[in-house]
């Protein structure tokens, strides 16, 4: 700090940017943000990012998806690594297995179809 410049929490984000917009142009920017999830600054990386496309839709919705995609992978190595141990595994329950997700990836299918339906039509 002795050189006079502000640190920030990170070395990498070395430039600061402001401007000014509307008090219209500011609630915009503040619901966008709300509804992707983000607070402002992150919102605002996200836009130049994505070359000002950002879709800011189902955030948290996305995020328990991932969530709960992942906790099914995960059970899904344990039940391998279950089965490689022993050296064998029922039919019955590899069945149940494969069932379960051909079931997975049924509904993955729907709601990805039903978000970019409503994302299209917004």
């Known amino acids: ?3 006079g410049n502000r640190r920030y929490r990170s070395n990498k984000k070395l430039y600061k940017v402001s401007f000014k917009l509307s ?3 500011k609630r915009l920017l503040e619901d966008g943000a709300q509804k ?4 402002i600054s992150e919102y605002l990386r996200n836009l130049v990012r994505g070359g000002g496309n950002m879709d800011a839709s ?3 919705d996305r995020g328990n998806f991932i969530r709960q995609i992942t906790g ?3 059970n899904v190595n344990q039940i391998a690594k ?3 141990t022993q050296g064998y595994g029922y039919a019955s329950d590899i069945l ?4 379960d997700l051909e079931d997975v990836k049924m509904l993955t299918q729907e709601v990805l179809t039903v ?3 409503l994302r299209y039509s917004a």
């Open 1 to 3: 700090m002795a050189d």
């Open 36 to 39: 992707a999830g983000m607070n």
């Open 115 to 117: 978000w970019q339906s």
């Open 82 to 84: 279950v089965v490689n």
């Open 96 to 99: 149940s297995v494969k069932q």
């Open 58 to 60: 189902f955030a948290t």
């Open 72 to 74: 099914i992978a995960t």
């Open 23 to 25: 008090e219209e142009d």
